[in-house]
């Protein structure tokens, strides 16, 4: 039997193309070596190894073009024309998202429970999961109306004229709705103004132009910075002036304060709806004197039923007029009238410095 001759007549090894997610796979299955006999005898010795042969083709840079997968083959070290080797769908290729619509009832990471997740794919659920929302808030903000304290007697003023507004925000920057900061002026809970609209969490400083601002009667001006944010609720902060009553307190001579057209001797603080904080009585003159309590009369304001001297921890009532005594005629320093009712204590004393709480 003559020897076969073989013959390849595949010159270039085989490439397997398959295309997932969009990217080509390349398997190139090399071409075995072949030993062929022809059997029934026993084998002989193997014979002398042959010359090495010319280098057999191999392949360098695989490239798409359009739809078509090529690969440049090397012949002899010769790079050749690149051949054609498959194709690649033109179709979007298809990704498993998440059918099930039922919200999740847990909470993973970021995943809050109660979300649902359908139409998100593996890698946003993964991103959720790894990275929770991260919300923004303000941390300060001024209308820059008047320095110090906020807090107005009635009547008192504050003058019309140009200010700066500002803030200062934390959390990511981005989380930030774009055009979302607003700065809005309410009176009383009333309506609002609109001073400032459709600004950026960095649009700070903001010139706002004011009118006067003088209110007669208890007053709350509120300016209220707000804007939006990708996720969550909107985040907001106030500042508020506000017109308050007086009350005072201090010591007399008189048994009634009916002649006094102010109380700029007594001591003085802006109050609440229940003003019972303890004070203190000085009297530096040695003369025996009433001890005073000078509130508003007026709605809120409960009376107060009892007075207690206050010694360390020890507490001692002291006795006073059952019934307030009304002042009408009374102006504060910003020409507003007030209706007052005052308290007096039934007896006098020379004492120095006495603390007393009033309780209502």
Do not use: C
């Amino acid at each position: 039997m003559p020897d076969p001759e073989i013959v390849n007549t595949n010159p270039y090894p085989q490439l397997v193309l398959s295309a997932s997610n969009q990217y080509p796979a390349i398997t190139v299955n090399s071409t075995a070596d072949v030993v062929l006999g022809s059997g029934g005898g026993e084998k002989g010795d193997p014979g002398p190894r042959g010359a090495t042969g010319s280098t057999g083709p191999g392949y360098t840079g695989a490239f798409v073009s359009g739809f078509t997968l090529y690969m440049t083959p090397v012949v002899n070290g010769v790079e050749q024309s690149p051949v054609a080797i498959g194709t690649i769908s033109s179709g979007t290729p298809s990704e498993t998202l998440w059918d099930d619509n039922t919200p999740t009832n847990t909470t993973v990471g970021g995943l809050a429970s109660g979300q649902n997740l359908v139409g998100q794919n593996a890698i946003q659920i993964l991103k959720e999961i790894l990275y929770s929302y991260e919300a923004v808030s303000f941390t300060s903000f001024t209308v820059d109306l008047v320095g110090g304290t906020s807090d107005r007697e009635l009547g008192q003023s504050i003058s019309s004229a140009t200010r700066s507004a500002s803030w200062i925000t934390s959390g990511p920057n981005a989380n930030w709705t774009p055009a979302s900061i607003n700065i809005v002026r309410t009176v009383n809970g009333g309506s609002s103004t609109t001073l400032f609209s459709g600004g950026d969490y960095n649009s700070t400083p903001q010139s706002i132009s004011h009118p006067q601002y003088q209110y007669s009667l208890p007053t709350d001006l509120v300016f209220t910075l707000s804007g939006s944010q990708d996720e969550g609720s909107n985040p907001s902060i106030t500042q508020t002036y506000r017109w308050k009553y007086k009350m005072y307190w201090g010591v007399e001579e008189s048994e009634d304060l009916f002649y006094i057209s102010n109380f700029n001797s007594f001591s003085s603080a802006f109050v609440t709806s229940t003003p019972n904080t303890t004070r203190t009585f000085t009297n530096s003159s040695g003369i025996a004197k009433y001890f005073y309590f000078v509130v508003p009369d007026a709605a809120g304001f409960s009376e107060y039923v009892s007075f207690k001297a206050v010694v360390g921890t020890t507490e001692n009532v002291i006795p006073f007029v059952g019934t307030p005594y009304i002042l009408t005629n009374f102006t504060n320093n910003y020409g507003v009238d007030i209706s007052y009712k005052y308290y007096r204590s039934l007896e006098k004393s020379a004492i120095s410095t006495l603390n007393i709480l009033p309780s209502t």
